[in-house]
Nanobody, 125 residues
């Protein structure tokens, strides 16, 4: 049974930083496509960042977070991270960790098999 558990959300002021963590179990972590998605009230869920599995990973970021957010993984700890800097009010959303059983990372949320419960990020101006 695959489980993804996020942590690290919270409330910060604009310009601040947060690091989200996602602890994964029940899947071959190092080879799985892993990613972060977010959903703001009244909006569709969108990809924030994804990374493919294996030794050399391909990364994809939403244009709105490029240069501010960094996705990474620690395969020894089966943990995925999202380092968020220069946070802005428009980054306010519920952030979800997601995974697929294959190494390829599509952009659409519907392509992901596994989801965490989400962690709230609120950025005030």
């Amino acid at each position: 049974q695959v489980q993804l558990v996020e942590s690290g959300g919270g409330s910060v002021q604009a310009g601040g930083s947060l690091r989200l963590s996602c602890s994964a179990s029940g899947l071959t972590f190092r080879s799985a496509c892993m990613g972060w998605f977010r959903q703001a009230p009244g909006k569709e869920r969108e990809r924030v960042a994804t990374m493919t599995g294996y030794v050399i990973s391909d990364y994809d970021y939403a244009d709105s977070v490029k240069g501010r957010f960094t996705i990474s993984r620690d395969s020894a700890k089966n943990t995925l991270y999202l380092q968020m800097t220069s946070l802005q009010p428009e980054d306010t959303a519920m952030y979800y960790c997601a995974a697929r059983g294959t190494s390829y990372c599509p952009g659409l949320p519907g392509a992901y098999n596994y989801w965490g419960q989400g962690t709230q990020v609120t950025v005030s101006s």
